[in-house]
Each structure stands twice: as structure tokens, then as C-alpha cells.
């Protein structure tokens, strides 16, 4: 108890420092992939894709980042047991913080392609079962977020499926694809503003004290999305079918149409992705602050302070401008493959995903929820080529990024207990 | 850092870009038969020479194409398409080049003139032939826009579209090589036996040329039926 009245203030900074930290290589690393697909499809500049990043990682970190972060904060630990001994919660969460951070720039120098999410569910694994003991974690709730690493995928996939044959079916494949496009994208639009909205009103808005609930929220979802359909309408209608564009390739017309859609399942991407991700790094910070202001006592309930959210929103975003650039530029430059209507469907598959996992409070890798939604835009036979020995790199990187985590953050639990103590 | 992303690594290169290429190799081999046969008529075997070795080295060209592409299909690439089929449709590609060299290779070998009733219908024989390899080329750049539609739908009715009119040229092509073949009866006994013997040959082999390109468009029919 006395550890935490004598240096309170300092664990609340250093978990500040370090939460953001840990934000800035979300930031950094993942919301490239986010946004990759929207530049490598050409739908998107680089410039407008970090400008949509910033806007959109941030409020869906502020709007609906609140349920992932109860996960990571007291899902997958049993704060009951640490209420004698609070500061152990303290060290615990500043050490995941720190080990995935850490775990997190190691694996981009490297080069390998980890999740942000496993690295902070891993760290918190590790100094729960090993620093306090094997039964303060939640292993159901572990098992749960383990199953969601393959349910997540498949769901991403299963939509992006339906999604392009759809595309196929009402676009691509008639008689006019140009008039069928201008027809049925706006539908399409309406779609991901109704899905947003949704999930903004239902789950994201309660910690600034708005609940309208289910009826509400989807009246009021449906006029967004009515507005969002009436945007497109008004940006698609300077878009006219060029012949001489058209020579070497039918569908170029008809792609500038999808490239106006993707604007919008790109800015869907970016909310998805700053909904779920920003809660790994903000969990645990929470989770200091709460303990540290409530002067040692472990609560079972807090309220999520909304500066939190915001620190987790600029971390981000700092990382994105700071570094993200130029990850973005490399996936943009290279995905030769996307074009705007195949860049779409995974997109907003992916999107929705992330989205309805936020929503149900699952913390879910984005990276891996974009791989699936790939894969199941090529099994419509969408793209020329997938390969995939990747898949088979991914669930390695899925194995070693979970004791990796845990080891890093029980070497720097016991470091800290060291210090403090 | 260029190739560490997951999502990026996804996405392997695509065979049908060089299959596209290759196509537009095979047909820009095969249709320098046309300058070949102009030479031979004229009898200025030195510029059939210069021809044949073009032929040749765009053969070659072809064939090295040709293995990268098979080199670099491995098994763990997950094409919309299966890859014996388009394995067979390459194959198929490749013995259009094939044939024009063989065609170009022995009438330079043997310095086989033409006899001068025959060359005006020869002539146009040839470029009967190579219409059919002109428009596999072009059933084949639809490639792009077929996998875009997911190999579905109305680009389907119009590369099989395209498909048909390449057997209606191959048609034609039949038709000429009869008229050639009775065009050439007419004049063998003024010819040494065997230099008629090898005309027949060429003949047949021209008409070959076409029957290849066909194939190619049945081959790509296969990737469309799945």
C-alpha cells in the first residue's frame, strides 16, 4: 500500500510514457496495414490516407475504444485476487506495457509480421501466471481471444466473399458495369456508414456519458448513413466513363467509381482499427491510473478516464506521421495486385470484422482479421494469385509472439518489483 | 522492409501478366512468317536468312518465358484458376513459336523456292493462318478483365465470343490449305519430287500454326468452364 501512496505520481507518468510508447508503434506498424490496401489499390493518395488515419484511428479510438479496453484492463486478469497487493497490478501492467512495446519495435527491425494484440495479451499472461500466480488469469476469457485469432479471419473472410460476389454480381459481371456502378455503389456506402454508427452509438459512446440505446441508435444510424449515401452520391457525380481509358483495360471507368467507395471503407478501416488497437496500449495504463487514484484499492468498476483515450488517440497518431509514412508508402507501392473493387470488399470485411469484435469487447488483430478478408476475396476468384506459404509465416508469428510477450514482460515484472520494492 | 509486410506477402506475383507477354512473344515470332515468305518469293535468301534468325531468337525468347513462368508457379500459389490448365495453356502458347520456326528453319535449310503460280495463294494462306495467332492474342489480353469479373458473367460471353471467331478463322485457315494443297497438285510434276514432297510438308505445317492457335483458345475455354 505504501509503495503506491509514496510513488504514485511516478508510476502514473512512467505508465503515461510507456502507454504511449507502446501507442506510437501501433501507430507505426499496424495502421500501415490498415491503410495499405487503400493506397496499393490507387484508390487513395498517401497523403490523403494518413490525413483519413488521423482523423478516423482517432475517433474511433475515442468513440468506441472503450469495451476492448475493459478486456485488456480486468478481462483477462482477476483483479480479486491482487487487492491485497495493488502495486503487484501496477508493475504487472507497466511491464506488459513496456514488453510489448518493446517486443513491437524488435519485430519491425526485424521485420517480422506480429500483431500488436498478441504482444500485449501475451505480456499480461506472462506476469499474471508467473508473477502473482497461475490462477489470476481469466484462462476462458485467454481461450476465448485465442479462438477469436481463428474465428476472425474466417469471419473476415466469409464476408469479403459475399461481399465480392456481390460486386461480381451486381456490377462486374453485366452488360454495363459503368451504369451499374454508379447505381449500386452509393448502396454500398450507405452500408458502411450504417455500420459505423452502429457500432459507435451501441458500444462506443457510453464513457462519454451517451447511451441511446438499440432503437435509437439505429435511427439515427440509418440518418447518418443516409447523409454518408447522399456524400457519395455528390462525389461520384463528376466521374464519367473515358473510352480512351478504357482501351486496355474495360473496367477503368468503372474502378474510378470504386475508388470513390473506398474513400469511405477506408475511413471504416481506420475507425475499426483505432477502436480495437488503441486498447492495447490504453488498457493497462487504465488500469495504473485507476489503481493509483483510488489510492491502492484494486476496483472491480472504473469509469475510463477520457484523457486516457485521448493519449492513446495522439499516441497513434504520432507514431502514423512519425513512421507509419513510410510503411504506408512501401505496402502502397508494392500491392500491384488491388484494385479498387477488390481493395473494397477485403477492406470493408476486415473493417466489419474489427468493428463487431470491438464492439462485443474482443481484442482481435487487424492485420490477421485483413489476411482473412484477402484470402476470401481471392477464393471468389477475385485475384490473379495468393500465397499461401504467408498464411503459414502468419500462425508462426501468432506462436512466437505470445511467449515472446510473456517473456519480456515477466523479465521486466520481477526488474521492477526489484526497484520499488 | 519491402517485403516483411504480411499483407503485402499475400499477394504473389501474378502468371498472368507473362502469360499475356508470352502470348504477344509467340504471336510477334510467328507473324514475321509474313517478311519470311515475302523473301523466299523474291528468292533474296539473304534477307530470308536475316528473317529466320529474328524467328529464332524471338523462339527462343518464347521458350525462356516460358520456363520462367513455370519456374515460378510453385504449389503454394492460389490461383482463381487451376494451374495444369494454365501450365497446358502455356504449352499450348509456346508451340505457336515453335511451328514458326520449324516452318521459317527448314524452308531457309532446304532453300526451298516457291513455284510462281502458287505464291499469290501461299501468301495469302499465310496470313490467314497468322490471323487466327493475332486473335489468340487478343482472346488472351482479355485475361485482366476476366479476373477482375471473377471469370464470371458477361466477360465471359464476350472472350467466348472471341473464342468462336478464332474458330472461324482457324475455319478459313482449313478451307485455304485445301485450295493451296489442289493449287499444288496442279504444278508438282513440274517440280523435283522431292522439293514437292517438303511443300506439302510446309503446307501442312502453316496449317498447323492455326490449329495451335485454336487450341490456345480451348485451352483458355477450360479456364472460363470452371
Not at chain 1, 488491388?338 to 477492406?347: I, K
Not at chain 2, 503454394?76 to 502458347?93: A, G, N
Request: proline share 3%; charged share 15%.
Amino acid at each position: 500500500m505504501s509503495i503506491i501512496a509514496e510513488y504514485g505520481s511516478i508510476l502514473v507518468i512512467m505508465a503515461c510514457v510507456f502507454g504511449f510508447f507502446m501507442a506510437w508503434g501501433v501507430g507505426a506498424n499496424d495502421v500501415a496495414n490498415a491503410m495499405g490496401t487503400s493506397v496499393g489499390s490507387k484508390a487513395l493518395t498517401l497523403k490523403q490516407a494518413i490525413i483519413i488515419a488521423i482523423i478516423f484511428e482517432f475517433a474511433g479510438a475515442y468513440l468506441a475504444g472503450g469495451a476492448v479496453t475493459a478486456t485488456i484492463r480486468k478481462g483477462i486478469i482477476d483483479p480479486a485476487i491482487l487487492s491485497g497487493t495493488p502495486e503487484l497490478l501496477v508493475y504487472g501492467m507497466l511491464s506488459a506495457l513496456l514488453a510489448a512495446g518493446i517486443w513491437l519495435l524488435i519485430a519491425t527491425a526485424m521485420g517480422w509480421p506480429v500483431s500488436t494484440t498478441h504482444s500485449i495479451v501475451g505480456a499480461i499472461v506472462g506476469f499474471a501466471a508467473v508473477g502473482i500466480s497461475v490462477d489470476a488469469v481469466h484462462w476462458a476469457k485467454v481461450g476465448k481471444i485465442v479462438a477469436s485469432w481463428v474465428v476472425s479471419p474466417l469471419t473476415a473472410g466469409f464476408i469479403a466473399f459475399f461481399l465480392f460476389r456481390s460486386v461480381q454480381k451486381l456490377i462486374l459481371d453485366t452488360e454495363d458495369p459503368f451504369k451499374n456502378a454508379k447505381k449500386y455503389v452509393p448502396m454500398y456506402i450507405f452500408l458502411v456508414g450504417f455500420m459505423i454508427s452502429m457500432v459507435t452509438f451501441t458500444k462506443g459512446l457510453k464513457h462519454i456519458g451517451l447511451n441511446p440505446g438499440f432503437a435509437n441508435s439505429a435511427l439515427i444510424s440509418i440518418g447518418i448513413a443516409f447523409l454518408t449515401m447522399l456524400l457519395g452520391i455528390f462525389m461520384l457525380r463528376n466521374i464519367k466513363a473515358k473510352t480512351e481509358d478504357d482501351r486496355d483495360y474495360h473496367f477503368a471507368s468503372v474502378e474510378k467509381v470504386f475508388g470513390v467507395l473506398m474513400m469511405f471503407t477506408a475511413c471504416a478501416m481506420a475507425f475499426a482499427h483505432g477502436s480495437n488497437d488503441v486498447a492495447n496500449a490504453v488498457g493497462p495504463l487504465a488500469a495504473v491510473v485507476g489503481v493509483v487514484g483510488s489510492a491502492g484499492e484494486v476496483a472491480q468498476k472504473s469509469a475510463m478516464p477520457v484523457w486516457i483515450l485521448l493519449l492513446g488517440g495522439a499516441g497513434i497518431v504520432a507514431g502514423l506521421v512519425m513512421y507509419g509514412h513510410k510503411v504506408i508508402a512501401t505496402v502502397g507501392n508494392n500491392i500491384t495486385e488491388l484494385t479498387p473493387s477488390r481493395g473494397f470488399a477485403a477492406t470493408l470485411a476486415a473493417a466489419s470484422t474489427v468493428v463487431f469484435a470491438s464492439g462485443t469487447g474482443l481484442p482481435i488483430s487487424t492485420t490477421h482479421t485483413l489476411v482473412g478478408a484477402v484470402l476470401g476475396v481471392g477464393l471468389a476468384r477475385g485475384l490473379s494469385a495468393l500465397n499461401l506459404q504467408v498464411v503459414g509465416t502468419i500462425f508462426v508469428s501468432w506462436l512466437v509472439t505470445l511467449p515472446a510477450g510473456a517473456f519480456l514482460s515477466i523479465v521486466i515484472f520481477f526488474t521492477l518489483k526489484g526497484i520499488f520494492s | 522492409m519491402v517485403t516483411n509486410n504480411p499483407i503485402l506477402q499475400m499477394f504473389a506475383r501474378s502468371p498472368f501478366q507473362p502469360m499475356q507477354e508470352h502470348i504477344a512473344k509467340a504471336h510477334a515470332c510467328a507473324i514475321q512468317l509474313i517478311p519470311f515468305f515475302d523473301a523466299v518469293m523474291a528468292e533474296d535468301w539473304e534477307e530470308a536468312a536475316k528473317v529466320q534468325h529474328t524467328i529464332a531468337v524471338l523462339e527462343g525468347e518464347a521458350d525462356t518465358m516460358k520456363k520462367e513462368i513455370r519456374m515460378n508457379l510453385p504449389n503454394s500459389i492460389f490461383l482463381p484458376v487451376p494451374r495444369t490448365d494454365l501450365l497446358e495453356l502455356l504449352r499450348m502458347q509456346d508451340k505457336i513459336a515453335n511451328r514458326a520456326k520449324d516452318i521459317a528453319g527448314l524452308m531457309l535449310g532446304r532453300k526451298m523456292s516457291l513455284p510462281k503460280q502458287i505464291q499469290p495463294i501461299v501468301a495469302e494462306y499465310v496470313r490467314a493462318s497468322l490471323k487466327t495467332s493475332g486473335q489468340a492474342l487478343t482472346a488472351l489480353n482479355e485475361l485482366d478483365e476476366l479476373i477482375t469479373a471473377g471469370f464470371r458473367g458477361h466477360e465471359v460471353e464476350v472472350v467466348e465470343q472471341m473464342i468462336h471467331d478464332l474458330d472461324d478463322l482457324e475455319h478459313d485457315a482449313d478451307e485455304m490449305e485445301r485450295e493451296v494443297r489442289s493449287a499444288l497438285f496442279e504444278v508438282e510434276k513440274e517440280l523435283n519430287p522431292i522439293d514437292a514432297m517438303f511443300l506439302y510438308q510446309v503446307i501442312r505445317w502453316i496449317g498447323d500454326l492455326a490449329d495451335k492457335a485454336q487450341q490456345v483458345g480451348s485451352r483458355l475455354q477450360l479456364l472460363l468452364a470452371k
